[in-house]
């Protein structure tokens, strides 16, 4: 997780973009891994899934400062909508 940006997303990128432009929908959320050759392999699409930090943080060190980025980049994009709706 704490290279996510720089390398899972990287290989991924271009199945990333299809399914946005596919699903066409602002918030998406995967529920995914890569194959043992490489691909993406995803395991469940939904606009309803639970994003939480409630797992013990001695047991998942990593997972509290990715769900940060995810519960801050969920509040940026229901902000940016917001700010360019017309009145």
Known sequence: MATFDAAFAQRHRAAFAEIHRRIGL??????????????????EADTGMVVHDMDPVDLFPYKLPQMRRV?????????GRAETRPA
Not at 26 to 43: H, M, N, Q, V
Not at 71 to 79: G, L, N, P, T
């Open 71 to 79: 519960f801050s980049a969920f509040q940026q994009a229901v902000r």
């Open 26 to 43: 602002d918030y998406l959320i995967l529920d995914c891994a890569e194959s043992t050759d490489g691909r993406l392999l995803i395991f």
